[in-house]
């Protein structure tokens, strides 16, 4: 990865189309942004987005900003004005299978390439959400808080979150012990409770130390420190 191009600045209120206008007056484009969501949750998948979106008029999406930050209802509009709007994009979903396989940092950074990848319309320039991925092919930028201050990274992320909850409301169905419609396979005190009463299902990330426990494949240790859903060495 690789700075914006010499002589290239975004002012701090450029807004979140400031990368965009900054990189086209150098003449780079067509630009992407690339995101994930389902990194930190214990069970589902890991999914990946990616969006080119047209400059101008065209590609201002209303109401766009980090998935994060808008309720299920907005993600959804959003979602549909970029699919209309963006001149490319594409989803990438890893299953908890292949993320233990791979491990997660390592499964973040293959979704992230394979939706980049993926796109019809191959891009000049990758911005990505707070850290460098490597092997896209074209320069790029990692951005600090990219969801929140590039329309390509909070259109992916939109991307993303919303596929991903839609995957996480069809898996509630199939193992509706786990409430994962609500927490999304996000730790939780209702998800601990059901780990803990019923084991993992098939589709808890084994990696996870808090799911190895509920498997009886790691030790117990003090409820006060048993929240955190990190991933094993192993």
């Not at 189309?17 to 998948?45: F, S, T």
């Not at 065209?58 to 766009?64: E, N, T, Y």
């Not at 993303?160 to 730790?187: C, E, N, Q, S």
């Not at 084994?206 to 190895?212: A, H």
Request: overall charge neutral; aromatic content about 6%; proline content about 7%.
């Amino acid at each position: 990865m690789s700075d914006l191009p010499r002589g290239a600045t975004v002012r701090r209120d450029a807004g979140l189309y400031g990368y965009e206008r900054a990189l086209r007056r150098h003449g780079i484009d067509p630009i992407a942004g690339v995101d994930e969501a389902g990194r930190g949750a214990c069970a589902g998948p890991l999914v990946a987005g990616a969006a080119i979106l047209p400059a101008g008029r065209a590609g201002i999406v209303p109401g766009l900003a980090d998935s994060k930050l808008l309720t299920p209802r907005a993600r959804e509009r959003c979602y549909d004005q970029i699919v209309r709007r963006a001149l490319a994009w594409s989803v990438v979903v890893l299953d908890n299978e292949e993320c233990d396989r791979l491990g997660m940092h390592v499964a973040n950074l293959e979704a992230l390439r394979r939706a980049v990848a993926l796109l019809d319309l191959p891009p000049a320039y990758v911005l990505t959400d707070g850290f460098p991925v490597d092997g896209l092919g074209v320069p790029g930028l990692a951005v600090w808080k990219g969801d929140r201050v590039a329309a390509c990274i909070a259109a992916a992320s939109v991307l993303a979150k919303v596929t991903r909850d839609r995957i996480m409301a069809d898996l509630d169905v199939a193992w509706p012990a786990y409430d994962f419609k609500t927490h999304k396979g996000y730790i939780t005190g209702t998800h601990t409770a059901a780990l803990r009463e019923h084991g993992p299902s098939p589709v808890h990330r084994m990696r996870f130390v808090n799911v190895r426990r509920a498997a009886g494949l790691e030790p117990e240790v003090d409820p006060l420190g048993d929240e955190a859903p990190l991933e094993s060495a192993t």
